[in-house]
C-alpha cells in the first residue's frame, strides 16, 4: 500500500479541521486544536511536493499526539488540569515528524495521567467510540484512536504503559504499534511509568505505521534509553512458513466468547495461508499478577514523576489516591514487582526463541459502555509486550456476530518491529481482518 496524499495538504488539512468541527463535540477526541500553525504547514508541503521536493510518504499528512506529548507553546496537560505552563519545545517525535513534513493538527484527549482504560476523563469529557454511542473507546490513548476511527485525522500517536496503544486501537477497530524499547525516543513525553512506557503510532493500515514509527526512529541524546537500532533483519514476503506461538489464552484469563471465536477464524485464516502455529507458553505468566505487578510500578512511578503536583489541585480524587497508593507502598512489595517483571522478560525470550512472534487476542473483550463496569482484565494479553520491551502489532479482525471488531495482536522479537509491519501487510488481506469503514 502506498502512503501519501490523494490532494493537497491544505485540502487534507481542511477536511481535517471540517471534520473535527461536525463530530468532536459528540466524540470529544481533541483537547487543542492548532488550525493557524497546520495550515502554514500545509501550504509549505504543497509548495515543495508542487517543486519536486517531498520530505517522504508523511509529508502534508495530517496527525495529532495524545496530550501527555509535548507541543511547542501548548501544556502538556496529561489528561488534568494540574499543568498550564507552555512546553518550550517540541518532544523528539513531534520534531521528528514536523521535519518529516507531517501536519500537526491538535492533541488528543486521554485516560487522565495515562492511568486507566475507558478516557472518561472528568476534565476533558468523556469520549465517545465512534463506531458505538456511549461506548469507550479504550485507554489511555482513548482521544488518538478516537480522532482516526471517526475519520478526522488519517494516523495519530499515543503511549503505551500496558497496552494503552493497542486496547483503544483494538476496540475501534484500527491498527496500532508498540515499538521495542528504546527504539523511539521518549524526550518530552510525560512518563507514567519510565519503565514501562513506549510511544506508538494508530492508523487504518500497517503500513501508514511503518512509515510512521520509521520518521520517528533513532536515538535521542537527550534520551539515555534510546539507543542504535539493531535492524529488522529480512522483511518477510510472504506468510508461508513463518512461525507462531499461540499461548492458551482462554487458559489464562477470562475471555469474551465473540473474543475466542474471532481469534480462532484469525489462526485458522493464518494455516490457511500457509504459517505454522506452535502452541507456546511463557513460563510463570499469570497475566492477572503480572497485570498488577504492572499496575503498582505504574502508581509508584507516575507518583515520583508528578510530584508535588500530586498534592496540588488539578487532578481527580480517584488518580490522586492511586499515586498516594504508589507513595506509601511497601518498599518490599515494589520490589517483589520489578523482580517480576524482570523474570517475566527473562521467560518471554525463551518462548519466543525460534518463533516470528507470539499471537493473542489484543484484549478479552471488546468495546463495552462507559457505564458498565470497567473489566479487571482489559490489559492481561497486552502487558507481556511492555515488560519484554519487545515490539507489539494489533490488527482489527471481524466477530462472528458482525458487530464490533474483535482485534489480534502479534508480539515480535525485539527490534522486529518492522518485520512486523511487513507481516502485518501481508495478513491485511486475509478474509477475517476487518477493514475500518468510516460512515458519516
Known amino acids: 500500500m502506498t502512503i501519501g496524499l490523494d490532494m493537497s495538504s491544505v485540502a487534507a488539512t481542511e477536511t481535517a479541521f471540517a471534520r473535527i468541527a461536525a463530530v468532536d463535540g459528540d466524540i470529544r477526541a481533541f483537547v487543542t486544536t492548532l488550525p493557524d500553525s497546520a495550515r502554514a504547514a500545509a501550504r509549505a508541503s504543497d509548495a515543495r511536493r508542487a517543486a519536486g521536493a517531498s520530505l517522504g510518504p508523511l509529508d502534508g499528512l495530517p496527525f495529532a499526539v495524545k496530550d501527555n506529548i509535548a507541543v511547542a507553546g501548548l501544556p502538556t496537560r496529561c489528561g488534568t488540569t494540574a499543568f498550564d505552563t507552555p512546553a518550550t519545545a517540541d518532544s523528539t517525535v513531534v520534531a521528528r515528524l514536523r521535519a518529516a513534513g507531517a501536519v500537526l493538527i491538535g492533541t488528543l484527549n486521554m485516560h487522565e495521567g495515562a492511568l486507566g482504560a475507558t478516557t472518561d476523563n472528568p476534565f476533558w469529557g468523556r469520549c465517545i467510540n465512534p463506531l458505538k454511542p456511549r461506548y469507550t473507546p479504550g485507554g489511555s490513548s482513548g482521544g488518538s484512536a478516537a480522532a482516526v476511527a471517526a475519520g478526522m485525522v488519517p494516523w495519530t500517536l499515543g503511549t503505551d504503559t500496558m497496552g494503552s496503544v493497542r486496547i483503544p486501537a483494538a476496540y475501534c477497530g484500527l491498527w496500532a504499534l508498540k515499538p521495542t524499547r528504546g527504539r523511539v525516543p521518549v524526550t518530552g513525553l510525560v512518563h507514567l511509568s519510565w519503565t514501562l512506557d513506549t510511544i506508538g503510532p494508530l492508523a487504518r493500515d500497517a503500513a501508514t505505521l511503518g512509515a510512521v514509527l520509521a520518521a520517528m526512529s533513532g536515538p535521542d541524546a537527550a534520551d539515555p534509553m534510546s539507543g542504535v537500532l539493531q535492524g529488522d533483519g529480512t522483511a518477510p514476503k510472504t506468510l508461508v512458513g ?199
Open 242 to 440: 513463518l512461525r507462531f506461538g499461540v499461548p492458551d489464552a482462554a487458559a489464562l484469563t477470562d475471555c469474551e466468547p465473540a473474543v475466542l471465536d474471532a481469534f480462532a477464524d484469525f489462526t485458522s485464516s493464518l494455516t490457511a495461508a500457509g504459517a505454522v502455529l506452535v502452541p507456546t507458553e511463557v513460563a510463570g505468566w499469570s497475566p492477572g499478577a503480572l497485570r498488577r505487578a504492572g499496575l503498582l510500578i505504574s502508581e509508584v512511578e507516575g507518583a515520583e514523576v508528578l510530584g508535588a503536583a500530586v498534592d496540588g489541585p488539578g487532578l481527580s480524587d480517584d488518580f490522586r489516591a492511586m499515586l498516594d497508593y504508589g507513595r506509601r507502598a511497601n518498599a518490599g512489595r515494589v520490589a517483589r514487582a520489578y523482580q517480576q517483571l524482570q523474570q517475566l522478560a527473562i521467560a518471554f525470550e525463551a518462548a519466543i526463541h525460534g518463533l516470528t512472534g507470539i499471537i493473542l487476542p489484543t484484549a478479552p473483550q471488546r468495546a463495552f459502555a462507559h457505564d458498565t463496569p470497567v473489566p479487571p482484565g482489559q490489559a492481561d494479553f497486552t502487558a507481556l509486550a511492555n515488560v519484554a520491551g519487545a515490539p507489539a502489532m494489533t490488527l482489527p479482525i471481524i466477530a462472528r456476530d458482525g458487530g464490533l471488531p474483535c482485534a489480534a495482536q502479534i508480539i515480535g522479537p525485539r527490534q522486529s518491529d518492522l518485520s512486523l509491519v511487513a507481516i502485518g501487510q501481508l495478513m491485511q488481506g486475509l478474509p477475517p481482518i476487518w477493514q475500518p469503514d468510516h460512515k458519516d
